[in-house]
């Protein structure tokens, strides 16, 4: 009975201090590797905001992707993703099937026809 008292006093310090760890902000990068999951950016040929909707929801659809955000400003996909389930090889030729450049792929032909003009690379008015 004397070493209950001590033993529930540091099981409660070791859960106060678990929970202020977590509670604290870490950077993207940290909480990849302790959650599991992966960050990627890529350089796309994206020009508007329908196209930012377009490869956000089309990157939804992918195979271990929690995330896909893109900022259209500065063309630059920022994917989170579980590290076992994809790639970023495998996030490149999705987003090269939506009809956009990632990195050094280029578009695929027939998914870039489809899409609107104003979303082609080659339209001069944005």
Do not use: W
Request: glycine share 2%; proline share 4%; net charge positive.
């Amino acid at each position: 009975m004397k070493f209950l008292l001590p033993l529930s006093l540091s099981l409660l310090a070791l859960f106060s201090f678990s929970s202020c760890a977590q509670a604290q902000t870490t950077p993207a990068a940290a909480q990849a590797v302790t959650n599991g999951l992966a960050t990627a950016q890529f350089k796309t040929s994206a020009v508007c905001d329908m196209c930012k909707a377009r490869i956000e929801k089309s990157l939804a659809y992918e195979k271990g992707v929690q995330s896909a955000v893109l900022d259209v400003p500065t063309k630059v996909l920022t994917v989170t993703y579980k590290a076992d389930k994809t790639t970023p090889a495998a996030l490149r030729t999705a987003v090269q099937k939506t009809g956009y450049d990632a990195d050094e792929l280029t578009a695929d032909a027939r998914a870039y026809n489809r899409l609107p003009d104003c979303c082609k690379k080659t339209n001069a008015v944005h």
